[in-house]
């Protein structure tokens, strides 16, 4: 669902408005400047999601609570 979707929803559907914050507090943009940079952020890319197993919102990680939806 996209943001434009919700807004829709809560004007149109009668749906509960979210209070909160809808972005990641620590999310910024980064600029590939040399090749360096651009081989960092593709191992990053290629390793990251092979990490899913580890992450403690993966709701079949056996090591951490299960984070449920609200």
Request: no cysteine.
């Amino acid at each position: 669902m996209t943001t434009n979707d919700y807004i829709k929803g809560v004007k149109q559907n009668n749906w509960k408005p979210f209070n909160d914050k809808l972005w990641q507090r620590n999310y910024y943009e980064h600029v590939i400047r040399n090749e360096i940079d651009l081989s960092e952020t593709r191992e990053y890319i290629s390793n990251n999601p092979k990490k899913w197993h580890l992450d403690k919102y993966n709701p079949e990680n056996p090591g951490t609570e299960r984070i449920q939806n609200v």
